[in-house]
């Protein structure tokens, strides 16, 4: 069992910069891959970013290549999202969420936990 609490989500001016976190509980961290998704409304929710076990390997939606960044912390269990050049497009609720697999995904029924979301937005 995996619990997962994001933070560091507001309100923020186009072009603007966020930081979310996402803390995980338990030992067994390092054994699941990690991806953070969003949900606007009315939207279905959506790939943001992936990150491998070990954090050699990184995956990102086309829609923020460039501008966001997937890291993450086994010593603290504790994974990343650096979000540059906001817009407000980039609104929503960003969820992480960890998958008990080697392998990444972009497909949210592959993952098997979820954090409670926690809401960005981005003012034009």
């Known amino acids: 069992q995996v619990q997962l609490v994001e933070s560091g989500g507001g309100l923020v001016q186009a072009g603007g910069s966020l930081r979310l976190s996402c803390a995980a509980s338990?030992?067994?961290?390092?054994?699941?891959?990690m991806g953070w998704f969003r949900q606007a409304p009315g939207k279905e929710r959506e790939f943001v970013a992936a990150i491998s076990r070990s954090g050699d390997r990184t995956y990102y939606a086309d829609s923020v290549k460039g501008r966001f960044t997937i890291s993450r912390d086994n010593a603290k269990n504790t994974v990343y999202l650096q979000m540059n050049s906001l817009k407000p497009e980039d609104t929503a609720v960003y969820y992480c969420?960890?998958?008990?697999?080697?392998?990444?995904?972009?497909?949210?029924?592959?993952?098997?936990?979820w954090g409670q979301g926690t809401q960005v937005t981005v003012s034009s």
């Open positions: 338990g030992r067994t961290f390092s054994s699941y891959t």
């Open positions: 969420a960890a998958r008990n697999s080697y392998y990444s995904s972009g497909y949210p029924s592959q993952y098997d936990y």
